[in-house]
């Protein structure tokens, strides 16, 4: 690799432009906690919200952020330019800006005609008087300004001189740097080449990027900015924001650093990105896309059987960037087109040095290659097939055995379902377990919201006095799938179970299939716990305890 | 808007390289659904899969395939030029393509020289002969071949000279088109419009373009490419694929019809762009990405207050397009107002003149955002949407009531589950079911694979005396979603049932929403028979008969 072509700076808006998300509400907490995050990670600034008297706790994380110590970034606060028909001293919104008491503050000012006339509502000369008291009351407070061109493409497009004027004014009243934004996101990314050469033309200044991705093009309009010259990039992790979001800093920050060798985070931080992109998806409550480029669980994780094949010949073969450079993984996953490379893979991932010639191993994977026609799948269900593993390799035995369950369903219209059934609900279910433990019989009832709940609270019931770390396991995610129409399979069904262990964070996935819904349920239930019960106590067949963590001993052939 | 400014082909690999993506594997009866629709839809060509020994469910569709009467799109088989050290005729892979017995053959070769030496590990002029070769071959029994040039752009970035020989070779043997690959997914805008160029002048057939996701550029690598010229664009509904997935048609298409004015599929039909894209990711069984530009639910969705209020004075000024061109609608976050412009465009589609003021009208459209916030989808199920409907419109009553049903499943490790339980089985599913035809009460009881058919065969079995044609009906399909991570719907699954009339062919979805999966099968199953029953008999309230057909008259204000 060459030497780094210049630097770029990250601007992270995660905590003000990405909290306008659908489904999005940080705490301030949240806000701190993530912040670290980002300032671990290595970004230049911190965009921490907008303070103003509609949003109170924008303003209570500047108060918190301010004892904080920040290693690398920069906090901004952001807010608009003074309102039309006032002064800047007069203004509430300034004055907020200045209560947040950052050393950088950015302000979005107006370039589109459209927007001056019909939403501030005044002339185009106002405007431009607007921006400019603006940025010196900001000055004069001992700020540096940091000035976004809102719908700078779009008034770019509809009245370029005027667009031009605007940031021209921008800079002459002392900003230091003038962003250009695609506040919509709707431009292209040949228009966005060709007005960020307008820009250029027009200021002396550096210029940055700030993106919406409403054409699926935010990612792609930044690191063109970024050819053109921009000297910051505007973003949000995950690519989080209103509409169709902020440009993407988990995919912007390794294209800068590994492809264009524009140094931003550095490498050695670059490693961190996957775990930090997870970070803030979870402190969000939104499930981490696992196709996102870069960061994604399947951003490397190969399918197709020709692919896995060649994979192996040369792993440049169907990978872009090393994986472990932005500290994600390469993954085979299972599936009927994968052929048994993918499964030797994970085995020897689970048991290094595992000797695939040994006997167990051999029917191991005919085992496999028989559930895979059966309807199994383990792309997803990593649980069940470290499960069958180590069974089949005589490594765990399950600490108890299924006698029986049963389910009762109850439904009446007249609302009473039957006599046991709870409040006024006209509907029932009803599940009960007998398993054996230890040489003893548990035999439990537990009612549920549906027979599957109603399964795995009878069968929690009955294993909670000899495994009381069962409480931790949660079930937060449940699928099933028709396979009646899939060659080999008459009728049957697939389900797949995601735990999560409240305690310590990690999930896992199970898988069972049967013609019977409820009985693939049980076993991706049962896998679920056994799991959980594998980790906590790895056992020998004798009873031995197994060497803790994920690689037990190879077997010896 | 002006008009059109030339034409580009849409090539969808939904059904071959979008079925590459983790978590998918389609039915052939779920692949002919999609086609249907992509066809509706107005793409060009439909890729149906790779047939070859391993993919004997891709074989099957295109045998299916042929049966259908397709209105705008050729269905293309996809495969590999043949295999090194063997001749074109010997080549079992270029015969299955042979097999598929399509007009179109799409074959990928090899342009870059790595992938030639250490994958097929052949010398680099064999491989210019394999593709020569290959081409000739199918040209020869009478297909029409798209030549897909694999890796082109790495390959022109390691040897460019090579890799342009690779595709000249194409032509030269008698491909019709050339569709240049980023199989890696990892180039940059800047580096495919150079390449674009340099592919352009090596050739003079036309090209198209097939990009990957991996950095977050297939949309606007496929929309540069364009820009320079191409004339076909290759992609996946929704994105889905391998790794970080293909080029999204759903970004693709209405930026070429709205933005470049490039015509594809014409700006009606862009119009069902958004339901289009619903109906495949229900079919997938993936949650559709509400961030999606265009057609996800959040596209058009504003939160920020000052967006709103800037939205209430001029639409454009936070929307890149209208909404409506791509059949999605606008919604407001805050003041919880989420448009149901969708649900009039089906209601005016079901009712031609329906009268939107009428107050029956009125209440169903509330009925209907009611349920969707609850969590139903109606996009793969019309026919649960068509009975609420008529049933709320009062021109339609089922002629059934339930009155109560239950179900009992035991299982037993022993083998013996119960008395009752048919042969050695361990596991037994039982439905008792009551209904009331006519006044009078029907009481059923049988057994099934699993609970649903239990209770799908209890309730024939109640209904069969007095609804004989309901013998017709297959449920075909069963998928079930969990909704739990969904705001405002706790711990609920949807169930969605596709059922098909073994006599006509017609094929029809019903929807149910419950906490317990059970309820919410059964209520998929009863309007799965009530649709039946009511295209076969449609009555009144007063019980006279509808006009027949799809298209009973509007009801008056």
Redesign the interface.
Known sequence: MSRSTGFVEIYDSTLRDGA????ISYSVEDKILIARKLDELGVQYIEGGWPNR?NPGDMEFFVRARNESWKNAKIAAFG?THRAGASAEQDSNLRFLLDAETEVVTIFGKSWD??VR??L?CDLDENLRIIESSVKYLLKHGRRVIYDAEHFFDGCSADPEYALKTIRVAEQAGAEMVVLCD????????EVQRMVEQAKGALSIPFGIHAH?????A???S??AV?AGAKQVQGVMN?FG????NA?LC?IIP?LEL??RRECIGRDRLETLTEVSRFVAELANI?H??????V?E??????????I??MM??P??????DPASVGNARQY?L???A?SSAVVHKLERLLPGVDKRDSRVVSLLEKVKRMEFEGY?F??ADASFELLAMRGLKLYTDPF??????????????GV?DATASGASA?E?EAIVKVRVRGEIRHTVANG?????ALSQALRKALETDFPELADVRL????????????GTA?K?RVLIQSLDHQTGESWGTVGV??????AS?EALVDSLCYKLMRDRPTRDDGSPLSAGAEPPAPQG
Chains 1, 2 share one sequence.
């Open positions: 306008q998300a659908r489904g509609t608009s459209l927007h019909d939403v509502k506040t919509n996101g709707g431009r292209l990314v040949s991705n409403d054409s699926g093009m990612v792609a309009n690191i063109v050819e690519g209103e509409r169709c979001g993407n995919t294209t492809k264009l499930n896309d696992h196709r996102q480029p870069y994604g399947s951003a490397f994780a190969h399918k197709g059987g020709a692919h094949d060649a010949k040369n440049h073969a169907y990978e872009h960037v996953l599936s009927q087109q052929g799948s792309e997803a055995e299924v006698v029986s369950w049963r389910t009762i369903n109850r439904f009446a219209a007249n379902a509907l279910s919201h549906g027979p599957v709940d937060h995610d449940y699928k099933v799938r028709d396979l009646s129409s899939r060659a009728a069904v049967s013609e019977n819904i409820l009985e049980w």
